[in-house]
């Protein structure tokens, strides 16, 4: 492996988790969005990640560095909170709430982060490795 392959399989780990810290982003800023454009409350997004296949034209060698495919809607069913006064609110007085469980995002969203760091320290130690190889050669 080379240092390029090295720093490139990293960058499309960085490049997959900023994806996936933005989506939960998005999913919190959503949290209480009980009417969206295709009505009903907002659905939270989940990022689908891949390996890069020998085929996609990013690839290197089969196998090396990630993806994010799509974004798909979590299809667990919205939560039924009672609040009769609430403009949206059924004949019974509930209101069908967003799928998002903040704490399950904040989990994620650290989870996202350590992935992110780690790849970042991945593209340091690379560079570091790199670095102490020239001074070989100049010595």
């Given at each position: 492996?080379?240092?390029?392959?090295?720093?490139?399989?990293?960058a499309?780990g960085?490049?997959?988790?900023?994806?996936r810290?933005?989506?939960?982003?998005?999913?919190?800023?959503?949290a209480n969005?009980?009417?969206?454009?295709?009505?009903?409350?907002?659905?939270?997004?989940?990022?689908?990640?891949?390996?890069?296949?020998?085929?996609?034209?990013?690839?290197?060698?089969?196998?090396?560095g990630?993806?994010?495919?799509?974004?798909?809607?979590?299809?667990?069913?919205?939560?039924?909170?009672?609040?009769?006064?609430?403009?949206?609110?059924?004949?019974?007085?509930?209101?069908?709430?967003?799928?998002?469980?903040?704490?399950?995002?904040?989990?994620?969203?650290?989870?996202?982060?350590?992935?992110?760091?780690?790849?970042?320290?991945?593209?340091?130690?690379?560079?570091?490795?790199?670095?102490?190889?020239?001074?070989?050669?100049?010595?």
């Amino acid at each position: 492996m080379t240092i390029f392959q090295a720093f490139r399989i990293s960058a499309s780990g960085l490049t997959a988790e900023r994806v996936r810290m933005d989506t939960i982003a998005n999913n919190l800023a959503n949290a209480n969005t009980t009417r969206t454009e295709d009505g009903g409350p907002y659905r939270r997004q989940v990022p689908v990640f891949a390996m890069i296949e020998a085929n996609d034209p990013k690839a290197i060698v089969k196998g090396q560095g990630v993806k994010v495919v799509e974004i798909v809607s979590d299809q667990a069913p919205p939560r039924m909170v009672y609040d009769p006064q609430h403009p949206d609110a059924n004949a019974d007085g509930y209101v069908a709430m967003p799928n998002v469980h903040v704490v399950k995002e904040m989990v994620d969203l650290i989870s996202a982060t350590r992935a992110y760091e780690a790849n970042i320290t991945a593209i340091n130690s690379a560079k570091a490795m790199a670095q102490k190889a020239l001074e070989i050669g100049r010595g």
